[in-house]
C-alpha cells in the first residue's frame, strides 16, 4: 500500500522559510543579520572559541568565518584574542557591547518566537519542540546550528 504524504513536511518548510524571514527582519533592524546573531550567541556560549572551532561547529568555510567576525569586530561587539596556547590561532570573546548586543538578541528572539508560537499554549509549544528536536536529529542536523551556515560564500 502506498503511503501518501501528510503534508507536514511541506508545513515545516512553509514555516521555516516564514520564520527565518521574519527573524532577519526583526534582527535587520538592530544592524544585524542571522548569521551574525548565531556567532554572537555561540560565541556567548562558549567564550574564547577559536575562529577555526567556530567555523568547524557552524559548516563554514574559513574565510567566510573570517568575514563575519571582521563584521563583528568593526561593530565593536566581538574582539579576537590571541590565544595563549596556539599563537596562530584567535580566540573570539564578547567586548562589553557585545553583552549588551546579546540581550538585544534575546528579547528579540523572545518576542519572535512568542509571535510565531502565540496560538500554542505553554505544553503545546513543548511537545511542538521535542517533536521538531527528533526530526532534526534523525536528520543528523547539529543542535543549535541553522544549517543556511553551510552555504554562506557558496556558489
Request: charged share 30%; aromatic share 2%.
Given at each position: 500500500?502506498?503511503?501518501?504524504?501528510?503534508?507536514?513536511?511541506?508545513?515545516?518548510?512553509?514555516?521555516?522559510?516564514?520564520?527565518?524571514?521574519?527573524?532577519?527582519?526583526?534582527?535587520?533592524?538592530?544592524?544585524?543579520?542571522?548569521a551574525?546573531?548565531?556567532?554572537?550567541?555561540?560565541i556567548?556560549m562558549?567564550?574564547?572559541?577559536?575562529?577555526?572551532?567556530?567555523?568547524?561547529?557552524?559548516?563554514?568555510?574559513?574565510?567566510?568565518?573570517?568575514?563575519?567576525?571582521?563584521?563583528?569586530?568593526?561593530?565593536?561587539?566581538?574582539?579576537?584574542?590571541?590565544?595563549?596556547?596556539?599563537?596562530?590561532?584567535?580566540?573570539?570573546?564578547?567586548?562589553?557591547?557585545?553583552?549588551?548586543?546579546?540581550?538585544?538578541?534575546?528579547?528579540?528572539?523572545?518576542?519572535?518566537?512568542?509571535?510565531?508560537?502565540?496560538?500554542?499554549?505553554?505544553?503545546?509549544?513543548?511537545?511542538?519542540?521535542?517533536?521538531?528536536?527528533?526530526?532534526?536529529?534523525?536528520?543528523?542536523?547539529?543542535?543549535?546550528?541553522?544549517?543556511?551556515?553551510?552555504?554562506?560564500?557558496?556558489?
Amino acid at each position: 500500500m502506498e503511503r501518501r504524504p501528510t503534508g507536514a513536511a511541506f508545513l515545516l518548510a512553509q514555516l521555516g522559510a516564514h520564520a527565518e524571514r521574519r527573524f532577519g527582519e526583526r534582527v535587520a533592524q538592530i544592524g544585524l543579520t542571522p548569521a551574525d546573531a548565531g556567532v554572537i550567541r555561540k560565541i556567548a556560549m562558549d567564550p574564547g572559541v577559536s575562529q577555526q572551532a567556530l567555523a568547524e561547529h557552524l559548516g563554514l568555510l574559513p574565510s567566510r568565518m573570517v568575514a563575519l567576525v571582521d563584521a563583528l569586530e568593526s561593530k565593536g561587539i566581538v574582539e579576537r584574542r590571541r590565544s595563549t596556547e596556539d599563537r596562530r590561532n584567535y580566540q573570539l570573546q564578547l567586548t562589553e557591547r557585545g553583552q549588551q548586543v546579546l540581550q538585544n538578541l534575546s528579547r528579540i528572539a523572545a518576542e519572535h518566537e512568542e509571535d510565531l508560537c502565540s496560538s500554542l499554549s505553554h505544553e503545546e509549544r513543548a511537545r511542538l519542540r521535542d517533536l521538531c528536536s527528533r526530526i532534526a536529529e534523525q536528520q543528523g542536523l547539529t543542535s543549535g546550528v541553522h544549517p543556511g551556515y553551510r552555504h554562506l560564500g557558496r556558489k
